[in-house]
């Protein structure tokens, strides 16, 4: 394979600029991750110790083996929303290693309002299922919650994706054959108590682990009955007398341990082996990105720059390198993970849309997994491309990644508009895993365009009625808060709020991640008899 050779002045104003800017917002990233992990009322955290429980990240780092890495999903979830202390959306979730196995954990937080569930942790809870159903994950639950955080209850239970999705899906991983293992280690409340009701094996925390219908105050509400929750849904209960529980476990510590017994005696998982080699670092310093990535997004710049600091050995065997330049293709390695890449270096035109589709063809063939980086202002407009068939080029393209068979994984690492979401492998076309980088932005189109679309709209509108067009001050009037918007609601940190993708990535962290994520991925097998393809318009 030939390696990228870089073209990048380090000694550049331009190179030193760029990487000022990325590693600033790299640090306000790590700043936000760090506020979600440790921002806690003194109150919760006053509670938890009295009640003699470990915090959430105490509880993983008793499960997850020493020294291994735990891949995080959305932890900025739910960032500015409610009342701006719901981080995470109160739950710790990811991919980790247990005995040795790689497992989704996830894990309600009882210091943030009592592991209560949001609309946001409903919809992260069913991503985390997601995650564990497509890569058969086994699922471990850490439950200490509340239940419905019952001033949005509307929010969170009467709709297809809500609350009753949670066990619905429980279900459907049980009949998948995915393991899925429950600690009580809090209250299991009204729809959290079927989380253990609904897992293969269930431990309890003796004193603080609960689990019941409906908690203390709505038995007193509803009936007058002063009960405790030790005494309504306790471990003696539940271990004795319910079977609704199966392990008595002493504390915290002691019910992990038992989690662990329980993950070490799972049937071994035989993984897919795409071809997988040993793996070695890029020859370029991956935190390089910093000076590469332009300081705006509509800066063009190479994307075999930062290809060559993701694969292992920067050795990239590029596909049809003279035919539709502004997508480049070809083959890697990501910690010794073969992969067929896909990288925006411009516009989408028809040459590059037909190109993406027989490469994507190729790669799902020899079930080889595919990492789109997203950088992409859509596809090519005007009149020649229309004539030329764009639409049906770009179709074929979206047709390819929507059904093929091989796990996907897209970053944003720039621009993420219109169709070209789409064609990129945008978060409808189910990749495994989406990220953004902090610099990214998502949207339709740029907020400039939008406002400009709708300036013209307006003037059409004038011109049919006979009237003058609009003045500058009235133009101005439409276009800020368009403009506003889709600055505000197009950046990085409101689409992981929203869990529009899995998390915000430090550019210099991207490949580790991805090799995570796609050793995560050759837990499924590949589907062979699910290869195949719609109609592809000529
Ligand atoms: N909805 C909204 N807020 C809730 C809540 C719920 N279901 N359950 C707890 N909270 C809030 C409390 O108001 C409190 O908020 P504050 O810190 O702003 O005062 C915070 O969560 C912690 O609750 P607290 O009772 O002080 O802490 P705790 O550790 O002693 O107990 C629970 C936590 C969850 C065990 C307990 O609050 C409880 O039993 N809640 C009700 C559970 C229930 O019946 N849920 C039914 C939902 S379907």
Redesign the pocket.
């Known amino acids: 394979m030939e390696v990228i050779e870089t073209r990048i002045d380090k000694e550049s104003r331009e190179y030193k600029e760029n990487y000022e800017h990325m590693k600033t917002l790299v640090e306000d990233l790590n700043r936000e991750l760090e506020i979600a992990r440790k921002d806690r009322?003194p109150?919760?955290m006053a509670?938890?110790r009295e009640?003699n429980k470990l915090t959430v990240w105490e509880r993983l780092d008793h499960l997850l083996d020493k020294n291994t890495p735990f891949l995080e999903i959305a932890p900025l979830a739910a960032k500015g929303m409610y009342d701006g202390k719901v981080h995470s959306a109160g739950m710790v979730c990811g991919i980790g290693r247990v005995k040795g196995k790689e497992v989704v954990i996830h894990a309600n937080d009882?210091t943030i309002?009592?592991?209560?569930i949001y609309p946001m942790g409903v919809k992260k809870t069913l991503r985390t299922q997601t995650i564990a159903m497509e890569n058969r994950l086994p699922i471990i639950y850490l439950v200490d919650?509340?239940?419905?955080?019952?001033?949005l209850?509307s929010e969170i239970f009467p709709d297809v994706d809500d609350g009753g999705r949670i066990f619905y899906n429980q279900a459907v991983i049980s009949k998948m054959g995915i393991p899925q293992i429950c600690a009580v280690m809090?209250?299991c409340?009204?729809?959290?108590a079927y989380i253990p009701a609904m897992s293969d094996e269930v431990v309890h925390v003796k004193g603080t682990g609960a689990i019941f219908l409906?908690?203390?105050?709505?038995v007193l509400a509803a009936t007058g009955e002063e009960v405790t929750?030790e005494e309504l849904g306790g471990v003696d209960v539940h271990c004795r007398h319910s079977g609704v529980s199966d392990y008595y476990a002493q504390d915290d510590v002691h019910c992990i341990e038992i989690i662990r017994d329980i993950v070490k005696n799972l049937p071994p998982i035989e993984k897919y082996d795409p071809g997988i080699r040993e793996s070695a670092p890029p020859l370029y310093d991956p935190e390089e990105i910093y000076g590469i990535v332009p300081k705006s997004i509509q800066t063009p710049y190479d994307v075999r720059e930062v290809i060559a600091r993701l694969v292992d050995r920067s050795e990239f065997h590029e596909f049809k390198p003279l035919y539709g330049p502004t997508l480049v293709c070809g083959w890697a390695y990501i910690h010794g993970y073969p992969v067929g890449i896909l990288g925006n270096n411009g516009v989408l035109f028809s040459e590059s849309s037909l190109k993406a589709t027989q490469f994507i063809q190729i790669c799902d063939r020899r079930g080889i997994p595919l990492v789109f980086l997203q950088n992409i202002s859509g596809y090519m407009v005007g009149k020649e491309y229309e004539k030329g068939g764009i639409t049906k080029d770009g179709h074929k393209m979206v047709n390819a990644v929507a059904t093929a068979i091989v796990p996907k994984f897209t970053v944003i690492i720039g621009a993420s508009f219109g169709a070209g979401n789409y064609g990129m492998c945008g978060r409808a076309y189910s990749p495994r895993f989406l990220w953004m980088w902090p610099n990214a932005k998502i949207g339709v189109m740029g907020g400039e365009q939008a406002a400009d679309v709708m300036v013209t709209i307006k003037n059409n509108q004038l011109k049919r009625e006979g009237k003058p067009p609009l003045d500058p001050e009235t133009i101005k009037r439409i276009k800020e808060p368009i403009i506003e918007a889709a600055e505000r609601e197009g950046n990085a940190y409101y689409s992981t709020a929203n869990l529009w993708d899995d998390g915000i990535l430090d550019p210099a962290k991207t490949r580790d991640a991805l090799g995570l994520a796609i050793s995560a991925s050759m837990n499924a097998p590949i589907r062979r008899d699910r290869l195949g393809y719609g109609i592809f318009r000529m």
């Open positions: 009322a109150r919760a509670r938890l009640q009882p309002k009592g592991g209560t919650s509340g239940g419905a955080f019952l001033p209850q809090g209250l409340t009204a729809g959290a409906g908690g203390p105050p709505l929750a």
